[in-house]
């Protein structure tokens, strides 16, 4: 498996599309399918998904690693080899319930993340790894739109959290490669050190992507942060 222009996984990644799949990256190319530009848009985007998907052996991820890159096991098995403070303490994980417009929603604990703690290209294998793990579980591929949201919690994330070069590095891959499965990012509360640190990650995303992204500011941001997710997600107890 691996190489060529979709290789063994590849392609059979691409013999099990359905016309959902397709339609997502139809969308993520303005949606213009009668355009025979456009259609030639979307079909060099599924061969480089299909080779992107050989290469890093994505197809079997779910059975083959999930003892290392599991949201039940990735924070503690790396935060114990590093130990401190933030030991055992997971940076992710979903919350019960669903959003405004039903979707899943995950919650990423930025005052947990010590940069540079877990290798970027680990980082990004457990991205990868999850988001295959959310289209077989939570059914998050099943629509055509955006089909889970995160809430990125900064209530007690300071500069020593920051890490524009993770972001920089997981975001447009995961957008190119799974088109429509992230659907909102709310960031709450910000301030001047996020502006800063958002200032240089914006210019390595598409437009598409930083639209997807909703800013919570102030001192009432937690009934902000309830309104703009809405629904009945159980949102952690601190930012209620």
Known sequence: EGGG???AGGEAWLRRLSR?????????RGGQAAEVRALDGVQAA?????AWRSDERVDGILDREGALLSLETFFALHNDEAGGEAAGAGEAR???GRDRTGRPTAVFFADRHRPGQIPTETWRRFVVYNAEAAIRDLGVADGPGGQFSLVVDRSSSGVRNQDPALAIAVLPALVQHYPGLLGE???APVNGVFWAVWRVVSLFLAEETTRRFTFIRGARWREALLEAVGGDVELPEHMR
Not at 46 to 50: K, M, P
């Open 5 to 7: 222009a979709g290789g």
């Open 20 to 28: 959902t799949d397709v339609l997502r990256f139809v969308r993520a």
């Open 46 to 50: 599924l061969r480089s998904t299909a």
């Open 94 to 96: 979903w919350l019960r």
């Open 185 to 187: 990012v709310i960031v």
